[in-house]
């Protein structure tokens, strides 16, 4: 399908809407392919190539909403979803807050390609794909301690959105993405562990080798071989950068809009407080280039900008959607987020943490005596306290160095507490929509052995 025929779709939709009653109504069309390759002990495992085109239309009428959303869009099935949109939205429960930006909000730039978030160059072959999967497993199994690769796969994205709305927005634009894992296995028979690498990327060009890919699987899975459990007890904590992210996704669902709004935060009365140590900042920059999620405009098409959601320490604002904003009494910090089949929603995207007074280039050296955390399972999160446990595994440190893997843990403490006694390594990974390196916390409950 053409960009002409998207539009056509969206533009059809919102006339329709509007002769049958709709006071506003806004709409997004998506069209995509995508195909990936899975290769076990070398031969092809699965191949598969998908395209299509989904639209999903939001109609308002008298303060009610309704959303529909369909993958065909042939005539008759556009005006039957119009159709049943509004017969829902009718029976909707009244929502004052919902509705959509006055044109005054819109972003003026709508021209995403400066941020680089399409590549141009020609789709990979099934061949191509399979080659590299090959590589990745053959890299894995070349290390000594791997026993099998239970996976090894390579794939490619690409797809365009058109969104068009009855206050006048529209805009398009297409994204892509590359990436290629791996799951290498390592022991035998009740002493096997497994472990992974991956990369994903708007571009082709950036991916890291393949080979490299699959060596660092086979080394961590190897790494992780005759695990213990150390002794119930209060250390200190080091996330490893694969998993230190997962603290600031807690941070920000409690800093949610509509988290917030609903009162289901543990963080609702910390506006304007000291969140994290001194100098400790936290930045969103909707424009870095080469990012998956980079946006010039949000799902509701209000312009976005780089903001300091901490700094030096202390929470400056919520991340609010035109919904949330309203109820709080708040302007939005456009970062509404939806799908075709979903209401707009406050998300962030391409995030920093970064102290430029405390880096530790030696977190292990930092902590002495405690637990490295590489992977995580499970979590029990309590969103009006921040009670936290998680089960984990990795390994025990003394004296600054690894001594051996463990696993079978958890690992508990309060979000508030945690987030307070932070020091962060000099690791991040640039390239990720999370910048955030290592993340040594000072004292957590450890249940082992």
């Not at 109820?327 to 089949?341: E, F, H, I």
Request: with cysteine; hydrophobic share 35%.
């Amino acid at each position: 399908m053409t960009p002409d025929n998207l539009e056509r779709v969206t533009q059809k939709l919102l006339h329709e809407a509007k002769l049958m009653g709709a006071n506003e109504a806004d709409v997004i069309a998506t069209e995509g392919q995508s195909i990936s390759v899975d290769v076990r002990q070398g031969s092809l495992e699965n191949a598969d190539r998908a395209e299509g085109v989904e639209v999903g239309l939001r109609v308002l009428v008298s303060n009610r909403q309704a959303i529909v959303s369909s993958s065909n869009i042939s005539d008759d099935t556009l005006k039957i979803m119009v159709e049943r949109a509004i017969a829902m939205a009718k029976d909707a429960p009244k929502d004052r807050y919902a509705g959509l930006a006055s044109e005054d909000q819109l972003a003026k730039e709508r021209n995403l390609s400066s941020l680089e978030i399409c590549d141009v160059a020609p789709e990979p072959s099934p061949l191509k794909l399979k080659e590299e999967a090959k590589k990745a497993e053959f890299s894995a199994l070349e290390v000594s301690g791997v026993s099998q690769v239970s996976g090894a796969s390579a794939s490619y994205g690409k797809y365009s959105v058109f969104m068009a709305a009855s206050n006048g927005f529209t805009a398009m634009y297409d994204r892509s993405s590359y990436s290629v894992s791996c799951v290498a296995i390592a022991g035998e028979g009740s002493n096997m562990e497994r472990d992974y690498d991956a990369d994903t990327r708007v571009h082709q060009s950036d991916l890291r080798p393949s080979e490299e890919i699959g060596r660092t699987a086979g080394l961590r899975a190897v790494e992780r071989l005759k695990p213990r459990r150390p002794a119930t007890g209060d250390y200190p904590v080091l996330y490893d950068e694969r998993v230190s992210s997962s603290l600031i996704g807690h941070f920000l669902s409690a800093i949610n809009g509509a988290a917030v709004a609903r009162g289901s935060s543990w963080l609702k009365n910390s506006l304007g407080e000291q969140v994290m140590p001194t100098s400790y900042k936290l930045v969103e920059d909707p424009h870095r280039l080469r990012s998956g999620v980079s946006r010039l405009f949000d799902a509701e098409g209000l312009p976005t900008k780089k903001r300091e959601i901490v700094s030096d320490g202390i929470l400056n604002g919520w991340t609010l959607d035109l919904s949330s904003a309203r109820k709080l009494g708040m302007d939005s910090t456009a970062n509404a987020s939806r799908g075709v089949s979903s209401n707009p929603s406050p998300s962030n995207w391409n995030i920093e943490l970064s102290s430029p007074k405390e880096y530790c280039d030696n977190l292990l050296g930092e902590m002495k005596n405690g637990l490295l955390v590489t992977s995580l399972i499970g979590s029990t999160i309590n969103p009006n306290t921040g009670d936290y446990s998680r089960g984990a595994s990795g390994f025990w440190v003394e004296d600054g160095q690894i001594c051996y893997p463990v696993s079978e843990i958890t690992i508990a403490g309060n979000l508030k507490d945690i987030l307070k006694g932070i020091v962060l390594g000099n690791d991040a990974r640039r390239h990720l929509s999370f910048v955030v390196p290592s993340i040594l916390v000072e004292s957590m409950t450890l249940a082992g052995s």
